[in-house]
């Protein structure tokens, strides 16, 4: 089973101790990046699967750091007088009284009729 934690320091050491459950992604790279990475692979006697899952641990680990803390902003209380009319809705009026949600309903009804 590879290592799902594996950072470019462990390939660097080449400590591998097995191999860990995959799932096959088929994702879009372009091609400088491959190529990049083809270079990075070689450099270090990995796979170019390993180097991927080491990059992507690290980036995550940096985004995790950053976003430490971090909250949504607090969402925009709309007044009782610009809200749509249709009861339970609390989204702004945007014409006849109604949400942009609510009005083209209304006018996709109007149309079927």
Do not use: F
Not at 20 to 27: I, Y
Not at 59 to 88: F, N, S, Y
């Amino acid at each position: 089973m590879r290592n799902p934690n594996l950072r470019l320091d462990d390939l660097v050491a080449r400590g591998k101790k097995g191999r860990e459950e995959t799932k096959l992604m088929n994702v879009k790279v372009p091609a400088n990046v491959l190529t990049r990475i083809d270079k990075v692979a070689a450099s270090l006697g990995a796979t170019k699967t390993e180097v991927v899952i080491a990059i992507l641990n690290e980036g995550l680990e940096t985004a995790e750091d950053e976003l430490k803390g971090w909250k949504p902003p607090p969402k925009a209380v709309i007044p009782q007088a610009r809200r749509c009319v249709v009861k339970g809705c609390d989204r702004e009026r945007v014409a006849k009284g109604l949400c942009a949600t609510h009005y083209q309903a209304q006018r996709r009804a109007q149309q079927a009729a």
